[in-house]
């Protein structure tokens, strides 16, 4: 069945209303199977861990089930290397606290000029906590990917952390997280790689990979504000945990301090049921790829509907940076070239010449399209291209639930905005 973006939008219950929801970098609407599952958790099992009763039962056996299928979403190789959290910031300021047990005095950090400031600022902490180095790795600030000399020249100075992106928050780009987890590996470090942003356009694969850790956050993908970190079980294990005396010291639990959001968690596997029933309905055609690299079950289903998802985000790519380059005096910061949409999200950022992105983001907001302007966190990517005092950029961000006509319609108000 060829991609029906109506029959997705039915699963959207937000949409249905007089708005266009271009704001999705920071957060997507909820996905109806999501909703689901926290209202059946609330009503039916909602209860602490480990009681002797028929509620806590099966809130044990719910949480369970969301360790395991995020373990297949990332293809994580069992549900102990799934630690569930609030938000990706709090889980990479949690684990580097961990992590920098093991650092020393004159140790070295890396970390890049692309990534949002949650994988910068707590290896920043760390460093000033330890007396350790931040090695800072720069991007092309033509197309807005990473260079990969500066990221070579780093390595060279044997960093015990490696700290990436999968992809820009601001700027879209896709970077090539095996290639870089590959050549961080080599020089020994530790790699850490934050796939928020990737998270909600295309499938991920640990395994292959073979990265140490890799976090993202369901609200980027159709959930609840909640958070996932994938660790390879071996590291998880053999890191001290900052947690109580009587907390568990098994995986996952070790690292789950407190009492979760288990409605939260409970949303995070209706958001990869959803993700599971895109490949059902749509992603056909890429069975065959998917099972010749060895995936079946719902680890197939999640593959072939992240693949559906992809190629029709591509189409959004494209008209999207089309519009954007088509209304006067724009400028897009990132890969614009229409043969390398592979390499970025539809996630596009432009400045206006002459104009302040706040006052055009709430000039196209009061038509009802909501986008975002600032530094959206990316503070070093502004810094970078000298734009923080100028007010940053304005951000868009469709999904696969937007469509064509949307993106017009952005078109329109963006040309109004601009007079």
Known sequence: MSFDVQRIRQQFPAL??????????????IAKPSLDRINRYLLENNANHEGQFETSRKSDETLHEAHAAMADFLNASR????????????????????????????????????????????WMLIAEDKGCNLLWVDFDVEDGT????????A??????????????????T???????????????ALTYVDAVQYAPHGPIDVQDLDCDFLVCSSYKFFGPHAAALYGKFDLLNELKAYKVRPAS???????ETGTQNHEGIAGVLGALEYFEWLGKQFGAEYAPLWERAGFSGRKLELKKGMSAMHAYEMELSRKLIEIVEATKGTRIYGIVDSSRLDERVPTVSFTVKGKDPERLAKAIGDEHIYVWN??????????????????????????????????????????RATR
């Open 249 to 255: 010291n098994e995986l996952p639990s070790k690292f």
């Open 79 to 122: 549900p102990e290397e799934i630690i569930f959290g609030n938000n990706m910031t709090t889980l990479t300021l949690h684990i580097s606290r961990s992590l920098a047990r093991g650092l020393q005095a004159g140790d070295n950090i890396l970390v890049t000029r692309m990534d949002h400031d949650a994988n910068i600022s707590p």
């Open 374 to 415: 600032g530094h959206n966190y990316a503070l070093a990517i502004v810094e970078r291209l000298g734009l923080l005092e100028a007010g940053g950029m304005v951000r868009v961000g469709p999904v696969h639930y937007n469509t064509l006509a949307e993106l017009e319609k952005f078109g329109e108000a963006l040309e």
């Open 16 to 29: 249905d209303r007089p708005a266009i929801f271009l704001d999705n970098p920071a957060g997507t609407q």
């Open 146 to 153: 990473l260079d990969l000399d500066s990221f070579a020249q």
């Open 155 to 172: 390595l060279e100075k044997k960093p015990k952390i490696a700290a990436f992106g999968y992809a820009s928050n601001l700027l879209g």
């Open 174 to 188: 896709v970077n090539p997280a095996k290639t870089l987890t590959k050549m961080a590996k080599e020089a020994g």
